[in-house]
């Protein structure tokens, strides 16, 4: 019966990466004008898209930000001179342990490009599989340039990094978790709202 489970998981698993790969760009129609907010309680990020380098990432984070999926997550990891992280639904609950674990149940294949991870960008969270990313996402704060064609870079903010810096500086313990949570909602803009 584990063995069937297991199957029946990896099943799943390809079923959704298929869905990703194939259903998801006409039904989220992501161009170089889809923009998604991210709402937080030091304000907002807009972000805009690179869909001609990432079309796969832009296409799923675009289709979780619709879906409601990120709203009532947290972004759990902050390293001052880096970046910002968030994304991950264990952020929802309480418990702790958990964080910087979850997903949206399945994983998307890397689109590695040319962009460089410089202030501003927004790239896809992964473990050490490079084919690993699913919905945790991060926010780079200053440059990074070591990160370079070992994550996908997706976009870029092109309102509020003041915000960014402000997550960035709140005090956080030895995992680089904000003290306080910082919860996050997003939604998903028409050009020139």
């Known amino acids: 019966m584990q063995l069937h489970s297991c199957y ?6 390809l079923v959704m990466g298929l869905f990703l790969l194939f259903g998801m760009a006409g039904s989220y129609a992501a161009d170089a004008t889809s923009r998604v907010v991210i709402e937080t309680k030091f304000g907002e990020i807009e972000v805009k898209f690179f869909p001609d380098v990432a079309p796969g990432h832009v296409d799923n984070f675009i289709k979780l930000a ?11 990891r902050v390293i001052p001179g880096f970046m910002i992280q968030g994304g991950d639904p264990n952020t929802k609950d ?3 342990s958990k ?5 949206p149940g399945y994983k998307i294949k890397a689109e590695f490009n040319d962009l460089p991870h ?22 780079v ?15 870029e903010v092109v309102r509020g990094m003041e915000v960014a810096d ?5 005090k956080r313990d030895s995992r680089d978790l904000p003290l306080e949570r910082i919860e996050m909602k997003m939604r998903v803009v028409a050009p020139g709202e």
């Open 8 to 13: 029946c998981k990896e099943l799943a698993r």
């Open 66 to 76: 619709s879906e409601g999926f990120y709203d009532g997550t947290l972004f759990h």
């Open 94 to 96: 309480e418990n702790k």
């Open 99 to 103: 964080y910087g674990q979850g997903g």
């Open 118 to 139: 410089k202030r501003g960008v927004l790239s896809m969270a992964r473990s050490r599989d490079p084919d690993s990313a699913g919905s945790q996402f991060f926010i």
């Open 141 to 155: 704060v200053k440059d990074s340039n070591f990160l370079d064609g070992q994550y996908t870079v997706f976009g």
């Open 166 to 170: 402000k997550i960035v500086a709140q």
